[in-house]
Protein backbone atom coordinates (compact mmCIF):
# COMPACT_ATOMS: atom_id res chain seq x y z
CA UNK A 1 0.00 0.00 0.00
CA UNK A 2 2.69 2.33 0.92
CA UNK A 3 4.54 1.56 -2.59
CA UNK A 4 1.47 2.72 -4.48
CA UNK A 5 0.95 6.04 -2.48
CA UNK A 6 3.71 6.39 -3.21
CA UNK A 7 4.08 5.87 -6.76
CA UNK A 8 0.78 7.76 -7.26
CA UNK A 9 2.07 11.24 -5.61
CA UNK A 10 4.76 10.92 -7.65
CA UNK A 11 2.66 11.04 -10.65
CA UNK A 12 -0.01 13.63 -9.25
CA UNK A 13 2.70 15.99 -8.03
CA UNK A 14 4.03 16.84 -11.22
CA UNK A 15 0.71 17.17 -12.58
CA UNK A 16 -0.05 19.62 -10.48
CA UNK A 17 2.73 21.69 -10.37
CA UNK A 18 3.00 21.88 -13.63
CA UNK A 19 -0.39 23.33 -13.87
CA UNK A 20 -0.17 25.53 -11.46
CA UNK A 21 2.80 27.24 -12.57
CA UNK A 22 2.48 26.43 -16.52
CA UNK A 23 -0.92 26.42 -17.61
CA UNK A 24 -2.84 29.77 -18.69
CA UNK A 25 -5.55 31.00 -16.60
CA UNK A 26 -8.59 29.23 -18.44
CA UNK A 27 -6.53 25.97 -18.44
CA UNK A 28 -6.04 26.19 -14.93
CA UNK A 29 -9.63 27.29 -14.30
CA UNK A 30 -10.49 24.00 -16.21
CA UNK A 31 -7.91 21.52 -14.59
CA UNK A 32 -8.83 23.01 -10.57
CA UNK A 33 -12.59 22.85 -11.39
CA UNK A 34 -12.20 19.32 -12.46
CA UNK A 35 -10.45 18.58 -8.86
CA UNK A 36 -13.15 19.87 -7.22
CA UNK A 37 -16.07 18.46 -9.59
CA UNK A 38 -14.48 15.10 -8.73
CA UNK A 39 -14.97 15.92 -5.20
CA UNK A 40 -18.23 16.91 -5.45
CA UNK A 41 -19.00 13.43 -6.86
CA UNK A 42 -17.35 11.88 -4.19
CA UNK A 43 -19.63 13.91 -1.55
CA UNK A 44 -22.90 13.33 -3.32
CA UNK A 45 -22.15 9.49 -3.48
CA UNK A 46 -22.00 10.00 0.56
CA UNK A 47 -24.83 12.32 0.68
CA UNK A 48 -26.83 9.75 -0.98
CA UNK A 49 -27.18 11.34 -4.39
CA UNK A 50 -27.90 8.49 -7.21
CA UNK A 51 -28.73 7.94 -10.81
CA UNK A 52 -30.41 11.34 -12.51
CA UNK A 53 -30.36 13.38 -9.46
CA UNK A 54 -26.78 13.37 -8.73
CA UNK A 55 -25.58 13.56 -12.58
CA UNK A 56 -28.00 16.78 -12.62
CA UNK A 57 -26.70 18.15 -9.82
CA UNK A 58 -22.97 17.74 -10.92
CA UNK A 59 -23.93 19.17 -14.38
CA UNK A 60 -25.56 22.19 -13.03
CA UNK A 61 -22.95 23.06 -10.79
CA UNK A 62 -20.61 22.52 -13.91
CA UNK A 63 -22.68 24.63 -16.11
CA UNK A 64 -22.67 27.59 -12.59
CA UNK A 65 -18.46 26.82 -12.86
CA UNK A 66 -18.47 27.37 -16.53
CA UNK A 67 -20.71 30.29 -16.41
CA UNK A 68 -18.56 32.30 -13.74
CA UNK A 69 -15.67 32.16 -15.38
CA UNK A 70 -17.15 33.29 -18.76
CA UNK A 71 -18.56 36.27 -16.75
CA UNK A 72 -15.81 36.70 -14.53
CA UNK A 73 -17.97 36.38 -11.65
CA UNK A 74 -15.72 36.60 -8.21
CA UNK A 75 -16.86 34.91 -4.92
CA UNK A 76 -19.40 37.72 -3.35
CA UNK A 77 -18.18 39.51 -0.21
CA UNK A 78 -21.59 37.56 1.49
CA UNK A 79 -20.16 33.59 0.03
CA UNK A 80 -16.96 34.76 1.87
CA UNK A 81 -18.81 35.43 4.95
CA UNK A 82 -20.68 32.49 4.63
CA UNK A 83 -17.46 30.23 4.00
CA UNK A 84 -16.31 31.59 7.66
CA UNK A 85 -19.47 31.19 9.31
CA UNK A 86 -19.81 28.07 8.04
CA UNK A 87 -15.88 26.97 8.74
CA UNK A 88 -15.11 28.77 11.94
CA UNK A 89 -18.47 28.30 13.55
CA UNK A 90 -20.77 25.20 12.04
CA UNK A 91 -18.19 22.52 11.18
CA UNK A 92 -17.23 22.43 14.78
CA UNK A 93 -20.56 22.06 15.77
CA UNK A 94 -20.75 19.68 13.57
CA UNK A 95 -18.15 17.44 14.49
CA UNK A 96 -19.49 17.63 18.43
CA UNK A 97 -22.71 17.07 17.47
CA UNK A 98 -22.42 14.69 14.94
CA UNK A 99 -25.03 15.66 12.50
CA UNK A 100 -25.73 13.67 9.64
CA UNK A 101 -26.99 14.18 6.03
CA UNK A 102 -30.80 13.31 6.76
CA UNK A 103 -32.15 15.87 3.79
CA UNK A 104 -31.12 16.02 -0.22
CA UNK A 105 -31.72 19.23 -0.74
CA UNK A 106 -29.76 20.40 2.23
CA UNK A 107 -26.91 17.69 1.20
CA UNK A 108 -27.07 19.43 -2.05
CA UNK A 109 -26.49 22.76 -1.38
CA UNK A 110 -23.78 22.35 1.82
CA UNK A 111 -21.67 20.51 -1.06
CA UNK A 112 -21.86 23.47 -2.82
CA UNK A 113 -20.92 25.34 0.58
CA UNK A 114 -17.86 22.80 0.66
CA UNK A 115 -16.38 23.09 -3.05
CA UNK A 116 -17.54 25.90 -4.94
CA UNK A 117 -15.52 28.25 -1.78
CA UNK A 118 -12.55 26.84 -2.56
CA UNK A 119 -13.03 26.38 -6.30
CA UNK A 120 -13.10 30.09 -5.95
CA UNK A 121 -9.63 29.85 -3.98
CA UNK A 122 -8.08 28.48 -6.50
CA UNK A 123 -8.31 31.07 -9.15
CA UNK A 124 -8.23 34.10 -6.75
CA UNK A 125 -5.08 33.08 -5.11
CA UNK A 126 -4.18 32.55 -8.33
CA UNK A 127 -5.50 35.29 -11.05
CA UNK A 128 -2.98 35.54 -13.28
CA UNK A 129 -0.48 32.89 -15.29
CA UNK A 130 2.28 34.08 -13.24
CA UNK A 131 5.42 32.66 -11.05
CA UNK A 132 4.41 35.15 -7.73
CA UNK A 133 0.70 34.00 -7.70
CA UNK A 134 1.57 30.28 -8.33
CA UNK A 135 4.27 30.39 -5.39
CA UNK A 136 1.54 32.08 -2.88
CA UNK A 137 -1.11 29.65 -4.07
CA UNK A 138 1.57 27.12 -3.54
CA UNK A 139 2.30 28.27 0.01
CA UNK A 140 -1.39 27.89 1.04
CA UNK A 141 -1.12 24.30 -0.44
CA UNK A 142 2.04 23.72 1.04
CA UNK A 143 0.59 24.58 4.41
CA UNK A 144 -2.23 21.39 4.14
CA UNK A 145 0.92 19.22 3.25
CA UNK A 146 2.93 20.14 6.06
CA UNK A 147 0.32 19.89 8.66
CA UNK A 148 -0.70 16.38 7.13
CA UNK A 149 2.81 15.04 7.24
CA UNK A 150 3.63 16.48 10.53
CA UNK A 151 0.49 15.28 12.31
CA UNK A 152 1.07 11.84 10.82
CA UNK A 153 5.06 11.37 11.88
CA UNK A 154 4.14 13.35 15.46
CA UNK A 155 1.14 10.83 16.11
CA UNK A 156 3.58 7.58 15.55
CA UNK A 157 6.00 8.86 17.18
CA UNK A 158 3.90 10.50 19.96
CA UNK A 159 0.29 9.93 19.84
CA UNK A 160 -1.32 8.86 23.12
CA UNK A 161 -4.52 10.95 23.36
CA UNK A 162 -6.76 10.64 20.64
CA UNK A 163 -8.47 13.21 18.86
CA UNK A 164 -11.50 11.97 18.03
CA UNK A 165 -11.68 8.02 18.27
CA UNK A 166 -15.25 7.74 16.78
CA UNK A 167 -14.84 9.90 14.07
CA UNK A 168 -11.14 9.06 12.99
CA UNK A 169 -9.49 6.56 15.78
CA UNK A 170 -5.70 7.27 13.89
CA UNK A 171 -5.92 11.31 15.07
CA UNK A 172 -4.06 12.38 18.21
CA UNK A 173 -3.87 15.69 19.97
CA UNK A 174 0.32 15.13 19.73
CA UNK A 175 -0.28 15.10 15.94
CA UNK A 176 -2.05 18.16 16.03
CA UNK A 177 0.80 19.72 18.26
CA UNK A 178 3.24 18.06 15.62
CA UNK A 179 1.32 19.84 13.06
CA UNK A 180 1.20 22.92 14.53
CA UNK A 181 5.21 23.39 15.06
CA UNK A 182 5.74 22.13 11.63
CA UNK A 183 3.36 24.14 9.79
CA UNK A 184 4.87 26.88 12.37
CA UNK A 185 8.82 26.44 11.06
CA UNK A 186 6.87 26.20 7.01
CA UNK A 187 5.83 29.45 7.38
CA UNK A 188 9.23 31.11 8.70
CA UNK A 189 10.82 28.87 5.89
CA UNK A 190 8.73 30.18 2.89
CA UNK A 191 8.30 33.72 4.11
CA UNK A 192 12.10 34.60 3.80
CA UNK A 193 12.13 32.86 0.45
CA UNK A 194 9.14 35.31 -0.74
CA UNK A 195 6.67 32.95 -1.97
CA UNK A 196 4.23 34.42 0.62
CA UNK A 197 2.83 38.14 -1.11
CA UNK A 198 0.49 39.21 1.74
CA UNK A 199 0.63 42.12 3.78
CA UNK A 200 1.56 40.61 6.94
CA UNK A 201 4.85 40.83 9.19
CA UNK A 202 6.33 37.33 10.33
CA UNK A 203 5.05 37.17 12.95
CA UNK A 204 1.09 38.00 11.59
CA UNK A 205 1.77 35.35 9.06
CA UNK A 206 2.52 32.53 11.69
CA UNK A 207 -0.63 33.78 13.81
CA UNK A 208 -2.78 33.29 10.98
CA UNK A 209 -1.09 29.95 10.12
CA UNK A 210 -2.05 28.51 13.41
CA UNK A 211 -5.68 28.70 13.48
CA UNK A 212 -5.25 27.62 9.26
CA UNK A 213 -3.91 24.23 10.61
CA UNK A 214 -6.79 23.83 13.31
CA UNK A 215 -9.26 24.14 10.15
CA UNK A 216 -6.82 21.64 8.11
CA UNK A 217 -7.13 19.48 10.63
CA UNK A 218 -10.99 20.11 11.16
CA UNK A 219 -11.66 19.73 7.37
CA UNK A 220 -10.15 16.19 7.42
CA UNK A 221 -12.05 15.10 10.25
CA UNK A 222 -15.14 16.25 8.47
CA UNK A 223 -15.14 14.30 5.56
CA UNK A 224 -13.82 10.90 8.09
CA UNK A 225 -17.84 12.01 9.61
CA UNK A 226 -19.08 11.98 6.16
CA UNK A 227 -17.65 8.58 5.44
CA UNK A 228 -18.46 6.94 8.80
CA UNK A 229 -21.98 8.13 8.25
CA UNK A 230 -22.10 6.73 4.71
CA UNK A 231 -20.45 3.77 5.64
CA UNK A 232 -17.50 4.06 3.30
CA UNK A 233 -13.74 3.53 3.80
CA UNK A 234 -12.41 6.33 1.05
CA UNK A 235 -14.44 8.63 -0.73
CA UNK A 236 -13.61 6.75 -3.87
CA UNK A 237 -10.76 4.39 -6.06
CA UNK A 238 -9.75 6.97 -8.16
CA UNK A 239 -6.32 7.35 -6.74
CA UNK A 240 -4.46 4.16 -6.00
CA UNK A 241 -3.44 4.19 -2.59
CA UNK A 242 -4.90 7.18 -1.49
CA UNK A 243 -8.84 6.65 -2.36
CA UNK A 244 -10.91 9.77 -4.20
CA UNK A 245 -9.86 13.13 -4.60
CA UNK A 246 -11.99 14.36 -1.80
CA UNK A 247 -9.74 11.92 1.05
CA UNK A 248 -6.63 13.96 -0.72
CA UNK A 249 -8.40 17.48 -0.46
CA UNK A 250 -10.70 17.35 2.69
CA UNK A 251 -8.80 19.53 4.41
CA UNK A 252 -6.50 21.94 1.06
CA UNK A 253 -10.36 22.47 0.34
CA UNK A 254 -11.62 24.05 3.97
CA UNK A 255 -8.50 25.87 4.16
CA UNK A 256 -8.56 27.38 0.64
CA UNK A 257 -11.93 29.06 1.46
CA UNK A 258 -10.66 30.36 4.77
CA UNK A 259 -7.79 32.07 3.83
CA UNK A 260 -9.41 33.30 0.79
CA UNK A 261 -12.39 34.72 2.75
CA UNK A 262 -9.55 36.16 4.98
CA UNK A 263 -7.83 37.92 2.04
CA UNK A 264 -10.64 39.47 0.49
CA UNK A 265 -12.32 40.45 3.62
CA UNK A 266 -9.10 41.06 5.74
CA UNK A 267 -7.52 43.10 2.71
CA UNK A 268 -4.19 41.13 2.82
Known sequence: MLKTRILTALVLLPLMLAALFLFPANAWAGFSWLIILLALWEFSR???LHGVLQWAYLALSSLFAGVSWQQGWHMPLAGHGLAL?????????????????ASLPLA????????????????????QAD?????????VMGLVWVADVAAYFSGKAFGKRKLAPSISPGKSWEGV???????AV?????????????GLPLWGLVLLALPLTAVSVCGDLLESWFKRVSGMKDSSKLLPGHGGVYDRIDSLIAVLAVSNALRVLGGL
Do not use: C, N, Q
Open 46 to 48: MAG
Open 85 to 101: VFWLLVMPLWLVRRWKL
Open 108 to 127: MLLGWLLMLPAWYGFLEWRP
Open 131 to 139: SAHALTLLA
Open 177 to 183: YGALVGV
Open 186 to 198: YVVIVSKLGWISV
